[in-house]
């Protein structure tokens, strides 16, 4: 169900119908519905990949898997910290701690 409720969140971030992300994706908006219902999981990775590479998130988060969005942002994230001295360090990790059990909480 967690991937039902990604997608829809994903489309609705993105102001589409499901027949317009039907169309980007290559299938029809009834399969949309279909799929964002849980009554349908697509059988195909590649178009996993392709509702993954549309929407610029991880297959991980596609899939409830992780509640990283993207992980190219997340080493950016990291590699940003360097200059930080140990305790911002850890007061970032426990930022992230927080958030991520907040989010598994919403989910």
């Known amino acids: 169900m967690i991937f039902a409720k990604r997608l829809k969140n994903l489309r609705d971030e993105k102001n589409l119908s499901q027949t ?5 994706i290559g299938i029809s908006g009834r399969v949309i519905g279909y799929y ?3 009554d349908r999981f697509p059988k195909d990775e590649d178009l996993l990949k392709k509702f993954a590479d549309f929407f610029g ?8 898997m992780s509640s990283i969005r993207n992980y ?3 080493k950016f994230a990291f590699n ?15 930022i ?8 598994r909480k919403e989910d």
Do not use: H
């Open 20 to 24: 317009q992300l039907g169309r980007e």
């Open 96 to 103: 992230i701690d927080g958030l991520i059990a907040k989010k």
């Open 36 to 38: 964002e219902t849980g």
């Open 72 to 74: 190219d942002d997340v």
């Open 80 to 94: 940003s910290t360097e200059e930080l001295n140990e305790d911002d360090i850890e007061t970032v990790q426990k």
């Open 57 to 64: 998130v991880s297959m991980d988060y596609l899939m409830g």
